[in-house]
């Protein structure tokens, strides 16, 4: 499948995953063992109490970014488990999700994603993930 065909896929995938289309979820681009993704920034739909974005919607970009990364390069995949850091409290317009492939064994793949809240031209480093995606096998 070319980048552009699983740009495309994935993009399916959010429309038919009610959460990550109510939140608007974006492939920026893609590559094998590499993701980009953005979810707008909108109070009503992202914001806790304090008026940050919620850990759950930054959650939902890493274990997002870290998972289609995987399926990049394993194919069909779900998350096995992930570890978040929040390290800062998200404020901007949208949050930006980047990942990467660490290892990719016969059964598992191990990610990383950084998520940036994003404002204007500057990204701020909110949160860190690593996690482990298991390939799926015939459905």
Sequence with gaps: MTNEEMKAYLQSIIAQTPFAAHL???????????????????????SQHHGFVHGAVIGFVADSACAWAAGAVAGDVVTSEYKLNLLAPAIGERLIGVSSVIKASSRTVVTQAEVFAERGNERKLVAFALATIAKVDGK
């Design 24 to 46: 608007q979820a974006e492939v920026v681009s893609i590559e094998p063992g590499k993701v980009e993704l953005s979810v707008p920034i909108v109070p009503e739909r992202t």
